[in-house]
């Protein structure tokens, strides 16, 4: 019998620069596992978006290993379980995988760990999710960064990030035989398999969520919105950043690899200054690694102290107006459909509807933080987790508190000729630029005139921002 490994696969959904599978078919043949085992990640297994997601990237993952003679074998939870059976059936004697950092995911991974240990099964581990050691950087006084450019300026100056040219998606070898496997249908990732309506049509016209999608989106990055990303990547309105986000999150596209393109792009074309304000980003996704690593309790507990006393509000029907794009704000709006409709939201919007739920709704982040888990095919516990606390206030390196976005300037500034909100908000879309941003400011005549009846065809503003304004920092004074 041949020598057999079996490549646990979790996110890394892809075959080049994998450093788990080019060590398993350099020790023998290869078996590609993939174990359903929700219930192991505690309150942040994939939400629904994501589950979308992952169905497709799964179906894709098996059809490119198929045209290396391998395949995709599934399984469900526990999966220590798992693994022991498929490793029994093909006599495989070790398992390797990449590391995974999110908490919930270490601790049951460490688990697993030592099961196949006191089994006799091999292990081996490997990074790939993130570019930084978390534990090698570390301040001069030592211990974890809490503000971001001196992180950023160490990682950079220092050549703390492992990059380097991608590794070369290995010959794979096939098992003597290969076990059973699960139709990944039967893991019921997709709404209607659960019974539920089929909600994924705005997901699957934006997306195409495969290994060919996540390149030929990071070709179009670097070809046409790299080189103005630093001008528009805060324009709503235009297709001012990568939306690389969920290709990184599920893996079909390891950093190493982004970083890569866009360095080996700035080097051929001497385009560094225009490269550099993206990198940042790709390192700001390190920083909110960073941050879940050393503070774990994060996804959950308010980092700041004080803020755990903050007189939150509780308004079941303010927050289900937020999350289905119904608070008269029409930047808030358009920001909450494009997240429904197609499972993404553009950065600069993202933090504008986050400080209005926490600050002029005074609502807790965490039910922000959930509804993104839910929504979003990017849903990331250490992005997730890190910007919510950041906008809120109560994160390190975090927005003051006082801060707090004026939701009709956000949206003049940057959705100046409101097309973001014509596209999202189409009842609003026949009014013109100067009324789009503020419609209760126009009288209820015009508006009329225009299609548009306040309370009718589109809501009255929640609150008013500058009261709400008032009331907010009058509750952080009292924890301040
Ligand atoms: C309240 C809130 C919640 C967020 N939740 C998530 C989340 O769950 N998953 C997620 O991937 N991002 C999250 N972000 C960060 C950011 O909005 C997205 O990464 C970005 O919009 C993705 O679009 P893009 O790929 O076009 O970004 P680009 O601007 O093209 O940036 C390239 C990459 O850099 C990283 N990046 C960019 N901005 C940030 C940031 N602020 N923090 C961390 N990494 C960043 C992402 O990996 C992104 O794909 C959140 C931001 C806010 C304000």
Redesign the pocket.
């Known amino acids: 019998m041949k020598h057999a490994s079996l490549v646990w696969y979790r996110h890394s959904l892809r075959l080049r620069d994998h450093p788990a599978l080019v060590d398993a078919a350099e020790h023998g043949s290869v078996v590609p596992v993939f174990v359903w085992a929700p219930d192991e990640e505690g309150p942040w297994s994939p939400g629904g978006a994501a589950q979308w997601w992952l169905h497709h990237a799964l179906q894709d993952l098996d059809a490119r290993l198929r045209e290396r003679g391998s395949r995709l074998i599934v399984r469900t939870g526990p999966t220590a379980e798992a693994l022991r059976d498929v490793a029994e059936t093909t006599g495989a004697t070790r398992v390797v995988w990449n590391r995974r950092y999110e908490p919930p995911l270490a601790r049951r991974d460490a688990e697993v760990q030592k099961i196949l240990d006191e089994q006799g099964i091999e292990t081996r581990v490997f990074e790939s999710q993130i570019l930084h050691d978390p534990e090698a950087v570390e301040t001069t006084s030592g211990g974890p960064y809490h503000v971001y450019t001196p992180f950023w300026k160490k990682v950079r100056k220092e050549n703390l990030l492992r990059t380097g040219p991608p590794l070369d998606p290995p010959a794979l070898d096939a098992p003597d035989a290969w076990p059973a496997s699960d139709p990944i249908d039967a893991l019921n990732l997709l709404p209607e398999s659960r019974g539920e309506s089929d909600w994924g049509g705005g997901l699957r016209d934006t997306w195409t969520p495969t290994i060919e999608g996540a390149h030929e989106r990071l070709d179009h ?1 670097v070809e046409h ?1 790299l080189g103005d ?1 630093e001008i528009t ?1 805060d324009r709503p309105d235009q297709e001012g ?6 290709y ?2 599920h893996g079909h596209l390891s ?1 190493n690899q ?1 970083w890569h393109r866009v360095a080996t792009w700035a080097d051929d074309t001497g385009r560094h200054d225009e490269a550099e304000p ?1 990198l940042r ?2 390192v ?2 390190e ?2 690694y960073h941050w879940l690593y050393h503070y774990p309790d994060t996804p959950t507990e308010t980092y700041r102290d004080k803020f755990r006393d903050f007189p939150w509000r509780d308004d079941a029907e303010a927050l289900a107006r937020w999350k289905r794009g119904q608070t008269g704000y029409p930047i808030v709006d358009a920001g909450m459909r494009q997240l429904y409709e197609t499972g ?4 600069r919007v ?2 504008i ?2 400080s209005f739920l926490t600050k002029d709704l005074m609502l807790h982040w965490r039910h ?2 959930e509804w ?2 839910d929504t ?1 095919v ?7 987790t ?3 606390q ?2 809120a206030g109560c994160g390190a390196d975090a927005q003051p508190f006082f801060r707090i976005f004026n939701p009709v300037s956000q949206s003049e500034r940057h959705d100046p000729n409101g097309d973001y909100i014509r596209r999202y908000v189409p009842e609003l879309s026949d009014l013109p630029d100067d009324a789009l941003h503020a419609p209760w400011e126009e009288s209820d005549a015009r508006l009329r005139a225009l299609g548009v009846t306040l309370g009718d065809t589109y809501p009255r503003p929640i609150v008013d921002h500058a009261e709400a304004r008032e009331d907010a920092l009058a509750a952080y004074e009292q924890v301040k």
């Open positions: 990055a919105v990303y990547r950043t990568t939306r690389l986000s969920p990184l999150h950093p982004v993206f980003e790709i700001f996704r920083f909110s993404w939201m553009h950065n993202r933090m509807v986050a922000g933080a993104f888990w979003l990017d849903a990331d516990l250490a992005d997730n890190f910007n919510w950041w906008t």
